[in-house]
């Protein structure tokens, strides 16, 4: 595999050690796990050595080292849990091994991933329950295996593939129970998190990584979580799975244990047998004492200072106590015992055993020939044409369950249409000044406000980007295929919320007479619609939180409302800036140009002063409202179209560059990452002038060691 620009700042700046994610699809040889002949079209070996994450900083403060030298391997068949208190590494290790590292920090260290099989070679469960609130669980299976699995495979083939999911993740049950969201009663925590399981293993993978998938369960839905993942794990799987601080039954559930604190191995071995390191350590785990919690005390160093003021302040009270001085937990610091622990570990007979097997297994690696690369394919391997179809059809479900996506908005924008109509009732008909001012005040308020509006569906529109961010991360389809999408599932709910509104207005308000005034009118009103919606898709991929995104949203209406020529015209508003650039890409001030062209044109009205020439369309348009008629009102609605295309193609832009981009960044982060470290070390080959070194301060030892450098 060709090393990128990126890798080799990495490797320099990390002390040249090297880098290199490897998955090999020959046929190999090598045991664990008891894996039969069936089973092994889906085994993994997955080997990593030295891993070292760290945090680099440009300032004089010490760069954060995540994980350092963090060394293990992992069989297919067996199930390992990655121990340690928060902040300990856990994520950042699943993260590493899992090629979906931040682009933020550095690694170096060698991942190696040997195996067989035409299936996807990972999976990546994530904390969070990414999911749609207002599917069934069988139907974000469905939707799922259609997006992923091979467009030959039949109806029949793939709802098979659905059925023994549900069957093995135990949601059989549960299989027609909506997932919940606001106002949908749905399934239950641990379900959440099956379903969360299940949707990775459709398609097979050899090696599931899992973030924490007990948090926030009670005991027995993470026993049963866990009992699942070893039930997959017998057949054949290699399971990788943080967690938190298991009971004593979950934990007796795992095969082997990788214990992490502040970054470095505490401990790496079977399961079983770290009892009896920590005993060896003399620091015995009580016979009634759950493992994990004795763990998790000896090493979690977080809370020292609290503990030493609070045994300082009781220190008479318990001075008696023999018992607790007994207790080498209450007589070290617990940054003492773990710093213990991490030596008795590197010299203990654990890992002499995990350093020969990790060789072992490295060696059958990289002794084939059959050639090496990494499998990064994604999880697709439906055509794009079937993609689109399904989700379009899965995006127009959830948009037609969910009442706060459109239902709740079209029925506002019903009432308040209503609203409208009795205030302007009857007020365009005639031919009075006044029917001027009216229809002028009527058709700029429904243009500007209603369109507003539209920013209301925000909220439900992020939970759906969430679902497309995760499904884009394990590369299930493409950014155009969705976007083309999005647009098809919700122009039925655009196409009636615009009609709905001008239809009332239109009549009630008798601002316009032919049948081509009313489907203007409708059409600008639909694509005002449409851009202020495509604007928020580029708002959304932005903003981190919805509730910056309503802020943002409602600022950038705001704007396109004061440049759009309905409170001053186009002539009187500042030049720079919001007459030019921003009015000539502002679709509001092109739809109140069609509007008032729409309203206006072709029609005389009463003047002023009596006895004087009738006031013509034309003249109001250009002396009143100063809208140039040298276009036609159609042309300004092809204007708002293509705004609202430029909006859509502006979010594939921003997806594709937040894909691309941080490569290019990173190197260049890396380069001044490397500049600055070669000026601070030639700083310090330089003698400072001073006559005599007789009282010259020392130096500190992070000067003269390097320890302030990227690598401290």
Not at 72 to 94: C, F
Not at 572 to 593: E, G, H
Not at 659 to 680: G, S, V
Request: aromatic share 10%; with cysteine.
């Amino acid at each position: 595999m060709a090393s990128s620009p990126v890798m080799h700042l990495a490797k320099k700046i990390l002390l040249q050690e090297h880098m290199e994610i490897e998955v090999e699809g020959d046929n190999g040889s090598g045991g664990g796990g008891g894996v039969d002949h069936r089973q092994r079209s889906v085994a993994a070996y997955l080997v990593w050595e030295d891993i070292t994450v760290v945090v680099p900083s440009f300032g004089g403060e010490a760069t954060r080292r995540l994980l350092n030298g963090v060394s293990g391997y992992a069989e297919p068949g067996r199930i390992m849990a990655v121990m340690g208190p928060s902040g300990s590494g856990k994520s950042t290790l699943l993260d590493s091994l899992a090629g979906r590292l931040s682009r933020n920090v550095m690694m170096t260290g060698s991942v190696l991933i040997k195996g067989k099989g035409k299936h996807s070679s990972t999976a990546y469960v994530t904390q969070e329950d990414v999911l749609l609130g207002t599917l069934t669980v069988n139907e974000t299976l469905t939707y799922s295996a259609k997006l992923r699995l091979p467009t030959t495979m039949t109806k029949e083939e793939i709802n098979g593939i659905v059925e023994a999911t549900l069957l093995e993740m135990g949601l059989q049950n549960c299989a027609d129970g909506y997932i919940g969201n606001w106002h949908i009663r749905g399934i239950s925590g641990g379900e959440k998190k099956r379903l969360s399981i299940a949707l990775e293993i459709l398609t097979q993978p050899r090696l599931l990584f899992l973030d924490e998938p007990t948090s926030g369960l009670d005991s027995a839905s993470a026993y049963f979580v866990i009992q699942t993942l070893t039930n997959m794990a017998s057949n054949g799987r290699t399971v990788i799975s943080s967690i938190h601080q298991p009971s004593s039954e979950v934990f007796a559930l795992f095969d082997q244990l990788l214990l992490l604190s502040g970054g470095e191995t505490v401990y790496f071995g079977e399961a079983k047998t770290a009892v009896e390191f920590f005993t060896e350590a003399r620091f015995p785990c009580p016979s009634r004492r759950n493992p994990s919690d004795h763990f998790l005390r000896c090493i979690n160093s977080s809370f020292d200072a609290i503990r030493n003021t609070y045994m300082g302040s009781h220190q008479n009270v318990h001075s008696q106590d023999n018992n607790k001085l007994s207790d080498p937990l209450m007589n070290l610091a617990i940054a003492d015992i773990k710093a213990t622990l991490v030596e008795k570990y590197k010299c203990s007979k654990y890992a002499a055993k995990a350093s020969s097997t990790i060789r072992e297994i490295s060696n059958i690696v990289t002794a084939s020939t059959d050639g090496l690369e990494i499998e990064r394919k994604g999880g697709s391997k439906a055509g794009w044409q079937n993609q689109l179809l399904i989700l379009t059809q899965r995006s127009f479900v959830n948009m037609t369950r969910d009442a706060g996506y459109y239902w709740i908005r079209i029925l506002v924008y019903i009432l308040l249409s209503i609203c409208v109509g009795t205030v302007f009732y009857d007020a365009g008909d005639g031919t009075s000044y006044s029917a001027i001012m009216n229809r002028i005040n009527c058709g700029g308020f429904v243009t500007g406000f209603m369109s507003i509006m539209a920013i209301g569906g925000f909220p439900s529109f992020i939970e759906e980007i969430k679902v497309f961010n995760k499904e884009r991360l394990n590369r299930h389809y493409g950014n155009v295929v969705y976007i083309i999408s999005n647009f098809l599932s919700s122009f039925p709910f655009l196409f009636v919320t615009s009609f709905a509104t001008i239809t009332i207005v239109f009549y009630m308000g008798k601002i316009g007479s032919g049948f081509d005034h009313y489907i203007c009118l409708g059409l600008v009103i639909l694509s005002c619609i449409m851009a202020v919606e495509s604007a928020m898709m580029v708002v959304a991929s932005l903003v981190p939180n919805y509730m910056m995104g309503i802020v943002v949203g409602v600022g950038f209406s705001g704007i396109m409302l004061l440049a759009s020529g309905y409170y001053r015209s186009l002539d009187d508003i500042p030049k720079p800036l919001l007459r030019y650039p921003i009015s000539y890409i502002d679709f509001m001030a092109w739809a109140v140009q069609a509007v008032y062209k729409n309203l206006l044109l072709g029609l005389e009205f009463d003047p002023i002063i009596s006895g004087t020439p009738k006031l013509k369309g034309e003249v109001i348009l250009q002396t009143m409202l100063g809208v140039p008629l040298g276009h036609s009102k159609w042309w300004d609605l092809a204007s708002i179209m293509a705004i609202f295309i430029s909006y859509r193609v502006l979010f594939l832009v921003i997806a594709k560059l937040k894909e691309r981009a941080p490569p290019m960044f990173w190197t260049i982060y890396c380069n001044k990452i490397l500049q600055y470290r070669d000026k601070k070390s030639s700083l310090k080959k330089k003698e400072p002038f001073c006559p005599s070194k007789r009282h010259h301060p020392p130096h500190s030892l992070s000067s003269q060691e390097g320890l302030s450098s990227p690598l401290a």
